[in-house]
């Protein structure tokens, strides 16, 4: 059983940057993949960003693309979401998602077994 907490949400102004953390624990091996969703108020959950096994491969959605950065540090057992140039539309809920598997690719529509709580992100000037 994966457990998931997020953590470095914030307030930041549009052009700003944060970097989330999503921390692993109750799985000794790293065979899973880590995605990144958001939900902003009134709107449907939206896959983010993913990052494969060992980080073999990620994925990023069109509206984050060239602005985010998925990462993970197996050892430390935390997986990262640099964000750059925040923009007001980037305000939401964040979650951190994990799915186990033994393959080298990550999917942002595969199914994810495992979330965090959430951390709020929030654009404002």
């Known amino acids: 059983q994966l457990t998931l907490v997020e953590s470095g949400g914030g307030l930041v102004q549009p052009g700003g940057s944060l970097k989330l953390s999503c921390a692993v624990s109750g799985f000794d091996a790293d065979d899973y993949n880590i995605a990144w969703f958001r939900q902003a108020p009134g709107k449907e959950r939206e896959g983010v960003s993913c990052?494969?096994?060992?980080?073999?491969?990620?994925s990023y959605s069109d509206s984050v693309n060239g602005r985010f950065t998925i990462s993970r540090v197996d050892a430390k057992k935390t997986a990262y979401l640099q964000m750059d140039s925040l923009k007001f539309e980037d305000t939401a809920v964040y979650y951190c998602?994990?799915?186990?598997?033994?393959?080298?690719?990550?999917?942002?529509?595969?199914?994810?077994?495992?979330w965090g709580q959430g951390t709020p992100v929030t654009v404002s000037s």
């Open positions: 998602a994990a799915m186990q598997t033994f393959g080298s690719l990550c999917r942002l529509e595969w199914k994810y077994n495992y």
């Open positions: 990052i494969s096994r060992m980080g073999i491969s990620t």
